[in-house]
């Protein structure tokens, strides 16, 4: 089945660096991929998708590009800032059963920015 | 953008009860809503799927007699957790979508479910 593999955490940078969070998938067909974000006490919310191959998704100073050759979908960040402090979940839509679209997301990665 | 929100978001029950969790899209009309169940350090997993007004559709592994799901409303979805059991400890978090097919999701903070 459908499947998502994103890098291990916790992952601890300094302010301004430059942060990567790997995520490879598996999956049947062209699924749409995610990266949700989860800030501490609040639900996940939906930072960037792409839903086609060479796609950029961008929001807030992040981005990823869906990578068809490699089943990529790694999450970039020139500059953090200590407010993208989170734990960020790298997802891709299944097509379930009634044309339900279902989200198969990776175990999540926590990030630490320290001032 | 869209409110979810999960009632209780902390819950500590004695094995062999049963627990509800409630689930409100506040400002729009769910007509699905998606339960998940996240393990430590793991990925969320869908539980169950629930279009208002008709029957859950559960994941393959999911006993829906244990996980017993209500979507009566267009604006509420409830999780019951019978006859609880210490396995069943974890934390658990609904999405709203307004509709069937790849609309944006919107999810709960979630709930935090301990059994004794």
């Known amino acids: 089945g459908n499947s998502v593999t994103q890098m291990e955490g916790p992952v601890t940078l300094s302010e301004e660096a430059f942060l990567t969070i790997n995520c490879t998938y598996t999956a049947t067909g062209y699924p749409s991929l995610f990266w949700y974000v989860q800030y501490p006490g609040e639900g996940l919310q939906l930072l960037l998708k792409?839903?086609?191959?060479?796609d950029k998704g961008s929001n807030k100073g992040f981005e990823a590009t869906y990578r068809k050759e490699t089943t990529s979908f790694h999450l970039e960040k020139g500059s953090v800032q200590v407010s993208d402090s989170a734990v960020y979940f790298c997802a891709l839509s299944d097509p379930g059963i009634q044309g339900a679209q279902k989200l198969v997301f990776g175990q999540g990665t926590r990030l630490t920015i320290n001032p | 953008g869209a409110v979810v929100s999960q009632h209780p978001s902390r819950v500590i029950c004695k094995s062999g009860t049963s627990v509800k969790i409630e689930c409100r899209s506040l400002d729009f009309q769910a007509t699905t809503m998606f339960w998940y169940r996240q393990f430590p350090k793991k990925s969320l997993m869908l539980m169950a799927t629930s279009n208002e007004g008709s029957k859950a559709t559960y994941e393959q592994g999911v006993e829906k007699d244990k996980f017993l799901i209500n979507h009566a409303s267009l604006t509420l979805s409830t999780l019951t957790v019978t006859s609880a059991h210490p396995e069943d400890s974890s934390f658990y978090i609904c999405?709203?979508?307004?509709?069937?097919?790849?609309?944006?999701?919107?999810f709960g903070p979630g709930t935090r479910l301990t059994v004794l």
């Open positions: 999405s709203a979508s307004q509709g069937t097919g790849f609309l944006k999701q919107f």
């Open positions: 792409a839903t086609k191959a060479d």
